[in-house]
């Protein structure tokens, strides 16, 4: 089963920008859609931002227009840009991918606080 890896999580101040990165251990062929999620204190997990085959997207409505999500293949990488961060998007986002062969697979996490 392919590994996720999440980096680049931080605190950034309201209105600030940051890029997600997750990292897959091998080749991303067999990757059916990818995805981020993210889970606030106390709240469920939500979904932010879903990539499906033929690059199709699909956002949460709270961040449609503030993040976006991409793909490099090359790299086996995934990234979330957000932008005009707003303190409510501080939460643990996690990296998702489902597979051709069926299963699927998340990373630990990263925390992102946005505060001043």
């Known amino acids: 089963q392919v590994q996720l890896v999440e980096s680049g999580g931080g605190l950034v101040q309201p209105g600030g920008s940051l890029r997600l990165s997750c990292a897959a251990s091998e080749s991303t062929f067999n990757i059916y859609t990818q995805g981020w999620y993210r889970q606030a204190p106390g709240k469920q997990r939500e979904l932010v931002a879903i990539?499906?085959?033929?690059?199709?997207?699909n956002y949460a409505g709270s961040v449609k227009g503030r993040f976006t999500i991409s793909v490099d293949n090359a790299k086996n990488t995934v990234y979330l840009q957000m932008n005009s961060l707003k303190p409510e998007d501080t939460a643990v986002y996690y990296c998702?991918?489902?597979?051709?062969?069926?299963?699927?697979?998340w990373g630990p996490g990263t925390q992102v606080i946005v505060s001043s």
């Open positions: 990539s499906t085959p033929g690059g199709m997207t």
């Open positions: 998702h991918a489902t597979f051709y062969s069926g299963g699927e697979s």
